[in-house]
C-alpha cells in the first residue's frame, strides 16, 4: 500500500515538483493550495504526511496547525516555507513539526530525500522528531568535523612553505659546510 502525502502549496509549480518527485518514489500526492481545502482533505481521510507551506491564503500555515492539532490530529508535518526567521521556526516547532526547510536556502531535492527516509524508515522506535534530529544532527556533526579537518590540513599545509620562507629570510641563504681544502676564499689551515 503507497504511503500517502498531503502537500499544501499555493504555488503550483512547486507543488507539482513536489508531487512529481515524491510519485516518481513510490507515494501517493495529494495537493492542497490552501489551508481550508487541506482540513477538507483531513477530514476526508488519513495522512502519513504533510509537507506544509506557511504563507498561503484564505488560511495559513500556522491557522491550519492549530486547528488539525486541537482536533487530535498527529499526522507528521514538515514545514517548507518562504519565512525563515528565528520566530517563525520557534513558532512552528510548538505544533511538534519534523523538521522546517527554508525553500530559499533548501534545494527540493534534500526535502524530496528527506521525505523518503523519513517514510521508508522501517523502525520507529522513538518520535519521528526525535530519530531524524538526533540523526541529523550526528550526520551534520561528522560532515563539519570532516570540513573542519580538510580545511585545517589545507591550512597547515599553505603554512608550511611560508614558514620555510620565512626562514630562509630570517636565517640568510644556507650555506653547507665543506671541508677545509675547499672552502672558498679561505686560506688553508696551517699545521701545527
Not at 492539532?69 to 498527529?74: D, E, H, I, M, S
Not at 533548501?106 to 527516509?117: A, E, F
Amino acid at each position: 500500500m503507497k504511503k500517502k502525502i498531503l502537500i499544501i502549496e499555493d504555488e503550483q509549480s512547486m507543488a507539482r515538483v513536489l508531487s512529481l518527485k515524491l510519485g516518481n518514489m513510490g507515494f501517493e500526492c495529494f495537493i492542497a493550495k490552501n489551508g481550508n481545502d487541506a482540513v477538507d482533505l483531513i477530514q476526508k481521510q488519513n495522512f502519513d504526511l504533510i509537507v506544509l507551506d506557511l504563507m498561503m491564503p484564505q488560511k495559513d500555515g500556522f491557522a491550519f496547525l492549530s486547528e488539525v492539532r486541537k482536533a487530535g490530529n498527529k499526522t507528521p508535518v514538515i514545514i517548507a516555507s518562504n519565512l525563515s526567521q528565528p520566530e517563525d521556526i520557534k513558532r512552528a516547532e510548538q505544533y511538534d513539526i519534523l523538521n522546517y526547510f527554508s525553500k530559499a536556502d533548501t534545494p527540493i531535492s534534500t526535502v524530496v530525500n528527506y521525505i523518503s527516509q523519513i517514510l521508508n524508515s522501517s523502525k520507529q522506535t522513538k518520535s519521528p522528531q526525535v530519530d531524524n534530529s538526533q540523526a541529523q544532527q550526528t550526520q551534520e556533526g561528522q560532515q563539519i568535523q570532516q570540513l573542519q579537518q580538510n580545511q585545517q590540513s589545507q591550512q597547515e599545509q599553505q603554512v608550511k612553505p611560508d614558514q620555510n620562507i620565512q626562514n630562509q629570510e630570517t636565517q640568510g641563504p644556507q650555506v653547507q659546510d665543506s671541508p677545509p681544502s675547499t672552502r672558498p676564499n679561505q686560506p688553508p689551515p696551517v699545521a701545527q
